[in-house]
């Protein structure tokens, strides 16, 4: 495994569950990690848990190029892009407005697109660089209500499947970690009933990516499909 000592770390919705709890992993494993996220009082708390120098911290809107534009000029550059921000609306097709529909598009996927666009230049250069994205099963198997996450997590999907095959002459790796039910504040808006008792912890989440990040330098793990033992659907 690669040694993350010293390496460039910037989690993207570092104030979610999986983000929350993958600072300390890296910490103790002695990268310099940068933050991000949309609530000012969380990133500041999670920085004075951690010891993590408040230069480390921005908030950004990856919806919004500009805002992404300006992160990318104020982190430099780094190893490791990890892409835990993401929405999630579950309800019949008929009960979901446009508005909805449009916000999901927005964050998931759009979001991820301004990421690439802000960060793979400097990876590129280098010839060097680890993205790794969490598009969760539902990148891959469609569930009822779905229709709105799932179009975002299918495109996330193909869109960094063709990116890839444009960086097959570098040593910038894409990986994507399928996640299934995880407790994480995900479900908090979510009006459906779920057993979260039998959900993946947001912790084992967090170990899952602090291994991906860490990956051998001589291959890239593509991708990781990581289930609840009553989600296996894959």
Known sequence: MESL?????LIIGATGGIGNALVPLLKRSGAVVFLTGRNVASLDE?????????????????????DVASLSDSVGEIDILVNAAGIGIIKPLESLSHEEFNEVIDINLKGTFNLLKAFLPGMKSKKEGLIINLPGVLGKVPMAGASA??????????MLKSVREELKRTRVRITNLYL???????????????????FITAEEAAKAVWFLC????SGVVSEMVLQPFNHQAI
């Open 46 to 66: 999670i920085a004075r848990e951690n010891n993590i120098d408040s230069r480390n911290l921005s908030t950004c809107d990856i919806r919004i190029p500009d």
């Open 214 to 217: 860490q990956q051998p330098s």
């Open 149 to 158: 996450y799932a179009a975002s997590k299918y495109g996330l999907n193909g």
């Open 5 to 9: 000592k010293d390496k460039r770390v």
């Open 180 to 198: 299934g039910g995880t407790d994480t504040p995900f479900w908090d808006e979510i009006d459906i009933r779920v057993q979260k008792e039998k």
